[in-house]
């Protein structure tokens, strides 16, 4: 089972290292492939007051402390071209978020590097086309090879180190829902991971800043976890109520580790019974 976590954005190198220090139980478990996960830049924030982050160059220093000091592996978010290549010399999966999830360019520079492509659906996408966003990163890294891929399959996305996240649906204005199905739908032709925090997120719902209710995050992850999914996406702090950002949903790390106990124990059923089917 993959397990992401951490804060939402850089905020310092102490308060970056406090939440990484308290995530150890997870990369120590045999059970989890962990990622450590914060963000140098937030760039889609509603206002243009909202902290964004370190920016490139500092953050990815913070970043790499953390790989060197803990041995974790990392995931961020790129937002445009150019960052591709320098992030993916630190981290291992660069994710595309959700709202560029159709953006070509991006996703071809992600797929020229080396790193894992992680692909977040948008909140306004029909599952079922976010195959086409897959399918681009396929093409890029087949062609680099000599090869040729013509569709989106989970073998495919496998072999070329490409994958999805759900984090919901927009319902409305300012909230969000989870279709179960379109983490079947989507599985289909790439490993899912569930993003269980930006799931509870409700966008705009604080006079200018995202919103949430973290409660709900836990009950999606275990909902998710019973339909099957290859991931789990939480974002961590351990004070969400001074976060920067998104503190309304995040988790803290004790509701986290318990979180993933209870994922793999939900997986371990799942499991058993496809074994009992056979």
């Known amino acids: 089972m993959i397990i992401v976590a951490g804060p939402c954005v850089i905020e310092n190198d102490e308060i970056l290292e406090e939440i990484a220090e308290s995530l150890k139980p997870l990369n120590e478990n045999p059970k989890i492939d962990f990622y450590f996960k914060a963000s140098f830049d937030k760039a889609n924030r509603t206002s243009l007051e909202s902290y964004r982050g370190p920016g490139l160059e500092k953050g990815l220093e913070s970043l790499a402390k953390i790989k060197a000091k803990f041995g974790y592996k990392l995931l961020t978010d790129i937002h445009e071209t150019h960052q591709a290549a320098p992030v993916a010399e630190v981290v291992d999966i660069l994710q595309i978020p959700a709202f560029l999830c159709r953006q070509t360019d991006l996703i071809v520079a992600a797929a020229q590097t080396n790193a894992v492509v992680n692909i977040k659906k948008g909140q306004f996408m029909n599952p ?4 086409y966003s897959v399918l681009k990163a396929l093409k890029v890294r087949a062609k680099a090879k000599n090869e040729v891929v013509e569709e989106a399959t989970l073998e495919n996305a496998l072999k070329y180190k490409v994958c999805l996240t759900e984090r919901g649906s927009s319902f409305g204005y300012g909230n969000l829902v989870v279709d179960m199905r379109s983490l079947v739908i989507m599985r289909e032709f790439a490993p899912v991971i569930f993003d269980a925090t930006h799931a509870v997120q409700m966008p705009g719902g604080l006079n200018g800043k995202s919103g949430g209710d973290s409660r709900y995050a836990p009950i999606l992850a275990r909902a998710a ?3 099957g999914i290859d991931g789990l996406f939480a974002e961590v ?7 920067l950002s998104d503190g309304p949903n995040m988790l803290k790390p004790k509701e986290i580790l318990n979180l993933a106990w209870q994922i ?3 997986q371990s059923l799942i499991t058993k019974e496809n074994y009992a089917n056979h």
């Open 128 to 131: 079922t086309d976010m195959k």
């Open 225 to 227: 976890a019973a339909v």
């Open 237 to 243: 702090h351990c004070n969400p109520k001074a976060a």
């Open 264 to 266: 793999l124990e939900i």
